[in-house]
């Protein structure tokens, strides 16, 4: 198993640029959830998806940010305009269905916002 | 909405000592509760879980206690390495699979 996949893994662009971070889940896996890192805030959950639907982005910081999931395998988190605030790793995570099933995470995308 | 604190924000300890993280929940509703490593520069990993029907899991030099009624749990690694240095996450899931962090705990463990 390849575990969950994001790409690109580093991103650097200057304030104002369109931004779009990747994520193929694990097969199988019908939850995908997408997080931010920092340090003043930890980790953050923004949003997450359940069968390609979403089912809760009141995590999601402003009209900037969004998400979809096209199809099982794919999945995008975009920032449009981005601005240096939104500098962060940002991890996408999957799993099976039900509460108490772990959460898998991928290596992340480590975002700087110049 | 479910807060997670964690306790403390660093620890350090000498290898071969044991080390004991701590977390309180406040939503009763929560029933899952894992815990994830992560180690510099890498992404979070699940080392161990427990269920709101279990007490106790032990996993090798790993265990996870929970304490329902007082709404908190804790992570003890005994026989520290200097490997188990990383920073530790505690969660818990409030329902419809959502995940709480805790604000993490830095472990150094010297040699």
């Known amino acids: 198993d390849a575990g969950v996949i994001q790409s690109p893994r580093h991103e650097v662009t200057e304030m104002g640029q369109e931004v779009t971070l990747r994520c193929k889940p694990i097969s199988g896996h019908d939850y995908l959830f997408w997080y931010r890192q920092t340090m003043m805030r930890g980790l953050e959950l923004l949003i997450y998806?359940?069968?390609?639907?979403?089912?809760?982005d009141s995590g999601m910081p402003e009209d900037r940010f969004s998400a979809k999931m096209p199809n099982a395998s794919f999945s995008t988190l975009k920032i449009q305009p981005s601005e240096p605030r939104d500098s962060a790793v940002y991890f996408c995570a999957s799993s099976f269905g039900g509460e108490d099933q772990p959460q898998h995470f991928g290596d992340g995308t480590r975002l700087s916002i110049l | 909405g479910e807060n997670v604190e964690q306790h403390p924000s660093t620890l350090s300890v000498q290898e071969g000592d044991s080390a004991v993280i701590k977390c309180t929940y406040s939503?009763?509703?929560?029933?899952?509760f894992p815990w994830y490593k992560q180690e510099l520069g890498k992404r979070p990993q699940l080392i161990i879980d427990?269920?709101?029907?279990?007490g106790e899991k032990k996993d090798q030099r790993i265990a996870v206690t929970l304490n329902k009624t007082a709404k908190h749990f804790s992570l003890h690694i005994t026989e520290t390495q200097p490997e188990d240095s990383a920073v530790y996450f505690c969660a818990a899931t409030p329902g419809f699979q959502k995940l709480v962090f805790g604000t993490g705990t830095r472990l150094l463990v010297s040699p």
């Open positions: 998806f359940n069968n390609n639907v979403p089912i809760d």
């Open positions: 939503d009763s509703a929560s029933n899952y």
């Open positions: 427990i269920r709101s029907n279990v």
